[in-house]
């Protein structure tokens, strides 16, 4: 029997969605390897990754999501969610995550398992900065997410199931819209998030049995169009 060398470490790694109401799409944030100061290294390829980092000795998995949350965004308060956990012990070991892992860690070939998180943000509300281990960070479509490092295509796709899973349950939309908004304004952010088309109709009687709106007696403004009737939640 192979003799276990208890290198294993823990890592936390987020998935942070942005919905963006003006072009009505879900993007997700991501971080571009940072490439080394060393002139000797010309063949460094950097990646695209999820931001996250090693658990600290003396830190709570939540703690140190928050802690790479706070460095990226400069935002307290944003509401992570546990999304999953990934131990696959090949997941750092792939060529192409090498070169990273020998120029950034102390001890690039241990075994690193990670706890994911994820959080839905309106993007407007974050202006988010490179942070250790990154050289730019921007925001990529959700539905065509590009190649990422490590096993990261793998835990986007998972946050993304599970946000669509507790979306309604959570209520989600409540943070995502204005306190007053039209049912347009609703449909057009369900559309996104599920990765489908509504029937006007049917979507209106479901959202309206469901009870959780109240309609107001006003109606928007500014619009070039007939105006909406607003809305806003009951809880």
Sequence with gaps: MKKNTFRNHISVDCV???YDE?????????IEQKKPNLKSNKTFVSQFALPGDLVNDEEDLNDAAQRVLDELTHVSGLNLR??????DPMRVKQPKDREWLHLYRQDPDARVITVTYYTLVRKEMIQPVPGSFAQNVVWKNAKRV???AFDHNLIVKQAYNNLRRDFEQELFAKALLPQKFTLKNLQNLYEVIFNTNFDKRNFIKRIKKE???TELSEKQKGTMYKPSKLYKFKR
């Design 211 to 213: 009870d959780n709106l």
């Design 82 to 87: 546990q999304s999953g956990c990934f131990g």
């Design 16 to 18: 942070i969605f942005g």
């Design 146 to 148: 590009p190649s990422l």
């Design 22 to 30: 003006q072009f009505n799409k879900l993007e997700v944030l991501l």
